[in-house]
């Protein structure tokens, strides 16, 4: 599991280089957990990435709680294959946790309890 544990800690994603065309998407899905192990409501966010840009795909939790991701999808749109990678930023202390060139059309996914694949359509 992704574990946002930290005001501090935010999930990013970024390309190795330019796009041809497009930016691809992203999507991560989550929910909090207070202090007491209880469960909040599920959330979600959706976002483009922007080439070399490092972009927050799911921000830091507040004070007290967790932030526990259940899935995340980059969707490669380009015309071109690009390298993504997902890491964890805390305070400027970033720390990789997949990098994965996508073909045209492919996914890179995590799913809890599975952990990264890709998808292709």
Avoid: W
Wanted: proline share 2%.
């Amino acid at each position: 599991m992704i574990r946002l544990d930290a005001t501090t800690k935010v999930l990013q994603a970024v390309l190795a280089g330019a796009v041809s065309a497009n930016q691809p998407q992203a999507y991560v899905s989550f929910f909090d957990e207070n202090i007491e192990g209880e469960d909040t409501k599920g959330a979600s966010k959706e976002t483009n990435l922007n080439g070399v840009t490092d972009v927050t795909i799911c921000a830091a939790p507040i004070q007290s709680f967790v932030r526990l991701i259940d899935t995340i999808t980059i969707y490669n749109r380009d015309t071109a294959s690009v390298t993504v990678i997902v890491k964890i930023d805390d305070a400027a202390t970033e720390n990789i946790l997949m990098r994965r060139t996508l073909l045209t059309l492919e996914t890179l996914a995590y799913e809890h309890g599975v952990g990264f694949y890709v998808m292709s359509v």
